[in-house]
Nanobody, 124 residues
Framework: QLQLVESGGGLVQPGGSLRLSCAAS????????IGWFRQAPGKEREGVSC????????YYADSVKGRISISRDGTKNTVYLQMNSLKPEDTAVYYC?????????????????WGQGTQVTVSS
């Protein structure tokens, strides 16, 4: 019953903003690093951002740095991905994932549990 559920995706114009949520249940949330990945049609899954367990260190892909912010609400067992200044190339299915390792990784294989994904489409 360990689950991650993403929400908050949708259609937004270039330059707009979205806040994605990743709600966790069935495990001790604070022990896990939580990463966000995205996959566009015909493309490989890529890491976007991650927040570590323990000290909550944050990491961002170069392509989104300065436009995206990750945060954790331990009380709600939820991680948020605030996305601003969105570009058409941000269009993808966004997934959150959890690793039982406290440390973040840009490699999807290091993550043990995955959500179902939420579609983000940036288009005029």
């Amino acid at each position: 019953q360990l689950q991650l559920v993403e929400s908050g995706g949708g259609l937004v114009q270039p330059g707009g903003s979205l806040r994605l949520s990743c709600a966790a249940s069935g495990f001790t949330f604070g022990y896990y690093g939580i990463g966000w990945f995205r996959q566009a049609p015909g493309k490989e899954r890529e890491g976007v951002s991650c927040i570590s367990g323990g000290d909550g260190s944050t990491y961002y892909a170069d392509s989104v740095k300065g436009r995206i912010s990750i945060s954790r609400d331990g009380t709600k067992n939820t991680v948020y991905l605030q996305m601003n200044s969105l570009k058409p190339e941000d269009t993808a299915v966004y997934y959150c994932a959890a690793t039982s390792d406290y440390r973040c990784s840009r490699h999807a294989v290091r993550f043990d549990h995955w959500g179902q994904g939420t579609q983000v489409t940036v288009s005029s």
